[in-house]
């Protein structure tokens, strides 16, 4: 009887330890539904990287900071293309040059090379084509790195395609070439820059006066630059800039002036409006008639992208207006890339980096 009675006391101490040991995790249980879980706080994607210019093909060129190399993040600040390598290009027709030691090639946007790194030189890929060298000779190759132009040593500089055609040189003579590599404007002057919206702004030195002019992809010269005028810039727009006494104006392509020569510094059109200062530290926004739309007011002003400027004042940092010069997101960075795509790259003044959106929003830090 005493075993039995010993071994009754101890199932139901057995038991009684059991329904306390449950109701404690039925407690503990309800009081973890209750109590908020605290949030995990992500580790910042940006830290730790340098970025570079703003977003081309979804894609930004970042320098990792202790590597000291080069990769590329994607729109969620996720590493796309892990930092390898000496140097890196925007993307441009979905490649982007990068450089390996001393040695360019070619990667897509999986980070694969698609042209390994070999050539001393290589430009973006523009209209399909990219300009290289080994050495000293050139070549023009495809997006699949094969030459479908070998120049060799025929020219001293070759530009790169732009409206079909590519400035080249020889003995300090500038023509341009097709993408056949033919010679369609023979090497007779003294600069030229690559064509944009069908021309380009050529220089033909001679005694005593050096002139500017624009031709035409046949070579024809159809805008003269005013005389007394130095030289022009490519058109944006229908415009381009001329300077006269160190003062910037603005031509049409009759070669007319349409905007005098009022401004010390200036930068192209875009989206109508131009970014133009009397003097380096007062500037504002000219339209295509030369009304001052936006006040002098900016030490720096950028031009317009995406309906967005980044501006900045000495006092207030970076930050972002209309063309209505409304400031749609303050005025508070320290540094602040142009809208790509929808986002922009700021840096805060405790030096860490962001992305934004048009409202001004964080959406990657």
């Keep these: 009887m005493k075993m039995k009675k010993t071994e009754q006391t101890r199932q139901t101490k057995r038991g009684n330890a059991s329904a306390w040991l449950k109701g404690a995790v039925c407690l503990l249980l309800c009081a973890a539904m209750l109590i908020p879980a605290l949030p995990v706080k992500a580790a910042p994607k940006l830290k730790g990287y340098i970025p570079y210019g703003h977003f081309s093909g979804g894609m930004l060129v970042v320098r990792d900071d202790k590597k000291e190399k080069y990769g590329f993040l994607d729109k969620k600040g996720n590493v796309a293309v892990k930092p390898k390598y000496t140097f890196a290009n925007d993307f441009s027709g979905g ?146 800039p001329v300077i006269k006494d160190d003062k910037y104006g603005f031509i049409n392509k009759k070669g007319k002036l349409v905007i005098k020569p009022n401004y010390a510094i200036y930068q192209n059109f875009s989206e109508g409006l131009a970014a133009v200062g009397k003097t380096f530290d007062q500037q504002g926004y000219i339209d295509k008639k030369g009304n001052v739309v936006i006040k002098m007011k900016y030490y720096s002003a950028n031009s317009f992208s995406e309906g967005l400027a980044a501006v900045y004042t000495q006092d207030k940092g970076y930050g972002y207006i209309d063309k209505k010069g409304k400031e749609v997101i303050r005025l508070q960075y320290a540094d602040a890339s142009d809208f790509s795509e929808g986002l922009a790259v700021v840096q805060t003044r405790d030096g860490e980096w962001r992305f934004i959106d048009k409202t001004g929003k964080v959406v990657v830090k």
């Design 95 to 240: 490649l982007a040059a990068v450089q390996k030691g001393s040695k360019w090639g070619y990667i897509d946007k999986k980070g694969r090379e698609v042209v390994k790194p070999q050539y001393d030189f290589a430009l973006d890929f523009s209209e399909g084509l990219a300009v290289v060298r080994k050495g000293q000779k050139y070549s023009i190759i495809n997006k699949k790195g094969r030459t479908v132009i070998s120049l060799g040593t025929k020219y001293d500089e070759v530009w790169g395609f732009s409206d079909g055609l590519s400035g080249v040189s020889k003995n300090g003579k500038y023509g341009y070439i097709n993408k056949k590599g033919k010679e369609v404007i023979r090497l007779k002057y003294a600069y030229c820059n690559n064509f944009s919206e069908g021309l380009a702004m050529v220089e033909l030195s001679g005694t005593p006066y050096t002139r500017f002019f624009y031709i035409d992809k046949k070579g024809k010269v159809v805008v003269k630059i005013p005389s007394g005028y130095g030289s022009g810039f490519r058109f944006s727009e229908g415009l381009a």
